[in-house]
């Protein structure tokens, strides 16, 4: 098999770089993929798998790093006022531009993705023509209120460790740290040890947590920052094209977090895999790309 074609690049945006890599090629005629890591504030590379696609199908897999993450410009003195939805889904257009691909192409949009991908969706841009929700939320109170529930399950003397910490403001501590990974080894991915390119996102996330203290908080179950009171529930019904939904049995993003998205978008698919949390494109890597595969397969011709 010959090797699969990878260009990497930046997308000049606001008077700064956006990051993105092409695996495939442009050239194909299979829709293009368009894959948006979650967050806010993480990277492409614990959704690097998703380029598996390339190979599988022969379509181009599209991936970047949303402005102040990863391998695009960091941004560390900017406040929760400059990182907002609307900052994202301009960067969004504009990469789709940049591509020339606005026209006819899909999206993927993890946990955060996820939730960018709704907000794209329900303008209806006529040149969407599949979208895939992984792994989010339709809700921010609905998800603090789940990963909440989820906490309370966890060991006693984890619970004390964390509540200890936030209500001393000492969530930097390396213990609350610790107490909250056993969260995520539960609810994040389950994979252990973590796969290189997820503890590479987390890494990355340590070194600059900008976005993600900014927009959400410290934590997945302490959602303090601009998106606390975010929600797309009522606004679902406007979304047009055809909707994927795939979540994990075991996921942080439980049956209450996704649910309104089957129920609202108009014929939107949901696939639970049952052996993942929040990540089965790494936990159940093969199948994942499989499921993703096989429902843009259908698109292709559109």
Sequence with gaps: MAPVEVQEA???????KTWYRITGSLGSPLLPLVVAHGGPGCTHDYVDSFKDIATLDGRAVIHYDQLGNGNSTRL???????????????????????????????????????????EHAVRRPSGLKALVIANSPTNMHTWVSEANRLRRKLPVEVQATLLRHEEAGTITDPDYIAASKVFYDRHVCRVSPWPVEVAR??????????????????????????????????????VAAPTLLIS???????????????????????????????????????????????FLGEYDAV
């Design 10 to 16: 930046y997308l000049p945006f606001r008077g700064y």
């Design 201 to 238: 996102t987390f890494a990355i996330m340590d070194e600059d947590n900008t976005v993600y203290r900014n927009m959400n908080g410290p934590t997945e179950f302490h959602v303090i920052g601009t998106m606390k009171d975010w929600t797309i529930e009522d606004r679902l019904p406007q």
């Design 76 to 118: 560390p003195d900017k406040g929760p006022d400059f990182w907002t939805v609307a900052l994202f889904l301009e960067e969004l257009d504009a990469l789709l531009a940049h591509l020339g691909i606005a026209d006819r192409y899909a999206f993927l949009g993890q946990s955060w993705g996820g939730m960018l991908g709704a």
């Design 248 to 294: 994990g049995r075991h996921d942080e993003a439980t049956p209450e977090v996704v649910r309104p998205y089957v129920e609202r978008v108009p014929g939107c698919r949901w696939v639970v895999f049952e052996d993942s949390s929040h990540m089965p494109h790494v936990e159940e890597r093969a199948l994942c790309m499989k499921t993703v595969s096989n």
